[in-house]
């Protein structure tokens, strides 16, 4: 079955890093977008960023552009956010998302970005 685990989350200061992973199974990995969304307390789902099949398009929020990067590895059948700068808005459970007729969840990696 489909399935998808982030990895990665944790806490980091303000102007910090972290590099969190997606590793999906059960699907062709290869045919399909895979997106990040996060979710901080008390709002809506957003979405993150996402990245095209072969990895040649990607896409991402205003609040994000040019402090994140998400890339893929299809050797790997992995995604990852790379996410730099972090702000304490950065703060959230982040999850990865692929839509095969239906929408596939990840269970979620908490980021913290906190002093």
């Known amino acids: 079955q489909v399935q998808l685990v982030e990895s990665g989350g944790g806490l980091v200061q303000p102007g910090g890093f972290l590099t969190l992973s997606c590793a999906a199974s059960g699907f062709t990995f290869t045919s399909y977008y895979i997106h990040w969304h996060r979710q901080a307390p008390g709002k809506e789902r957003e979405l993150v960023a996402r990245?095209?099949?072969?990895?040649?398009?990607?896409t991402y929020a205003d609040s994000v552009r040019g402090r994140f990067v998400i890339s893929r590895d299809n050797e790997k059948n992995t995604v990852y956010l790379q996410m730099n700068a972090l702000k304490p808005e950065d703060t959230a459970v982040y999850y990865c998302l692929v839509v095969i007729t239906y929408e596939y969840w990840g269970q979620g990696t908490q980021v913290t970005v906190s002093s």
């Open positions: 990245i095209s099949p072969t990895g040649a398009l990607s």
